[in-house]
């Protein structure tokens, strides 16, 4: 008698499926390793700890800085976690875990799916500890709940967009360090050449310019009016913007690239 492999269920929702089996496989590990959600809970402590006392404490109202600066660290912090994403993956694959999935009948998608949606789990966590840390820090949201739940439905939507871009970039590297310097190259002038920290008033005119195309900016921007009053709804709809270029451009890129990867 001979056994043949069943074959792999169709369809995005069989994909789905079978993305939330493999990210949680990807989230067990974070049970037995205690050091790895420190990391998560400390960062956001950092960040805010850095910018807001450091940076922002010889400025302006207190009150002022805190509403200004957190939900920068909000955006900042969860831009930089995706490069997690591509050294993840790097890891894996050299690692020979994805030889594994690639003889089981799931969708080539799915990996993919599972590792980033593992990710944003581990992301949410890092928001929620930085949305605590700012209010004792003096943070306070003035729109309510929806306003907290738009905000970070946002920016995990940013991060989704930029986290399929990571894997993109962790698939076709050499090296994980490879991998990373190129996702930092990428994500620094992102964050740190906009209004994320400081407005633009009083900047040079090129770095004014670029800080108005700058998503990155848009999205600070959105995240303090949902959470802080005064939302402009383009600030919303120029991020949802760029997170459908993104996901449409590095989507396929990344499925086409792991394809190659693991043939």
Do not use: C, E
Request: overall charge positive.
């Amino acid at each position: 008698m001979t056994f043949t492999q069943p074959a792999a269920r169709r369809g995005p929702a069989a994909a789905l499926s079978q993305g939330l089996v493999l990210a949680w496989r990807s989230l067990i590990p974070l049970r037995n390793s205690p050091g790895q959600l420190v990391g998560l809970l400390v960062q956001p402590v950092f960040m805010i700890v850095v910018f807001v006392y450091l940076f922002g404490g010889a400025t302006g109202d207190r009150a002022d800085v805190v509403a200004y600066m957190v939900p920068g660290v909000l955006v900042q912090v969860s831009l930089i976690a995706t490069i997690g994403t591509g050294m993840n993956l790097a890891t894996d694959i050299g690692n020979g875990v994805f030889d594994r999935f690639r003889t089981l009948p799931i969708a080539r998608s799915a990996p993919l799916t599972g590792r980033i949606l593992a990710d944003l789990a581990a992301l949410l966590i890092t928001i929620v500890m930085s949305l605590v840390v700012g209010y004792a820090v003096g943070f306070r949201v003035t729109t309510g709940p929806l306003g907290v739940l738009g905000a970070i439905g946002l920016v995990l939507l940013m991060a989704l967009a930029l986290s399929w871009g990571s894997a993109w970039l962790g698939l076709v590297a050499k090296t994980v360090s490879s991998m990373q310097g190129m996702a930092t190259a990428v994500l620094l002038p992102l964050t740190f050449g906009s209004s994320a920290f400081v407005p633009a008033t009083g900047m040079p005119g090129w770095l004014v310019r670029w800080m108005g195309v700058n998503p990155v900016s848009h999205l600070a921007s959105a995240l303090r009016g949902l959470m802080g009053g005064g939302l402009r709804v383009a600030d919303v709809w120029i991020t949802l913007g760029w997170t459908a270029a993104l996901m449409a451009l590095f989507v396929p890129l990344a499925v086409r690239a792991y394809a190659r990867r693991v043939r």
